[in-house]
């Protein structure tokens, strides 16, 4: 079968640095995907990987290992607007979107 | 402005009832999606469609229907079949090259009493 673990809930303080990660188990491999999702809103998107590497985006980073099918999205200097869930999503071999149960990130003052 | 939309953002609705949700896309996206998320969870797809007059039943699609008359519209029909349909359903929209980012509406909340 296909799945995506996230860790269900994390906790961190304004201005600090948290990491998000998610392993993953799919049938093909073509990208994964990081959204973010305030309560009661539609996912949007954050970053895309296809590649092994860090990508960088401002504050957000996301970096992929396909081999340890293994994914991690960086957040730094932490703002209480961050306060949302984080979904990992992967695209497998019929290009079809395979999601995460999603984390649930919580910043503190 | 380009986007998707969902009408209405609330919905409620008497056990028993059929209910439709409407969802119009105008960025040209040739595939369109239906997504059903419960409180905590993550999304699961009921239907999508990539390309007119053809849909695909996703993990859940029991208790639903659809249709895909026009490349700009998507409309889900939660049945009375459907067991537990109080729900956040979304729908999103995608091209259809290996990229496959997806575009969400806002959402509308179903309410089932």
């Known amino acids: 079968g296909q799945n995506i673990d996230q860790p269900t809930e994390m906790t961190a303080t304004e201005g600090a640095i948290v990491q998000i990660n998610c392993t993953y188990q799919?049938?093909?491999?073509?990208?994964l995907f990081w959204y973010q999702q305030h309560a009661g809103e539609a996912p949007t998107f954050l970053s895309y990987n296809v590649l092994d590497g860090l990508e960088e985006k401002g504050r957000f980073s996301s970096f992929l290992s396909r081999s340890k099918g293994y994914s991690y999205l960086l957040l730094k200097e932490l703002q209480m607007k961050d306060s949302a869930s984080y979904l990992c999503?992967?695209?497998?071999?019929?290009?079809?979107?395979?999601w995460g149960a999603g984390t649930k990130l919580i910043i503190k003052p | 402005d380009g986007g998707i939309t969902q009408s209405p953002k609330y919905l409620f609705r008497k056990e028993g009832q059929n209910v439709t949700l409407s969802c119009e896309q105008n960025?040209?996206?040739?595939?369109m999606y239906w997504y059903r998320q419960d409180p905590g969870q993550g999304l699961r797809l009921i239907y999508y469609s990539q390309i007119v007059n053809d849909f695909q039943k996703g993990d859940i699609a029991e208790g639903y229907s659809v249709s895909r008359e026009k490349k700009e519209s998507f409309p889900l029909t939660v049945t009375s079949a459907q067991k537990n349909p109080t729900a956040f359903y979304l729908c999103a929209s995608s091209t259809t090259t290996d990229y496959n980012e997806q575009f969400f509406g806002p959402g509308t909340r179903l309410t089932v009493l």
């Open positions: 960025l040209n996206h040739d595939a």
């Open positions: 799919t049938s093909g491999f073509n990208g």
């Open positions: 999503a992967v695209v497998d071999s019929n290009y079809q979107l395979i």
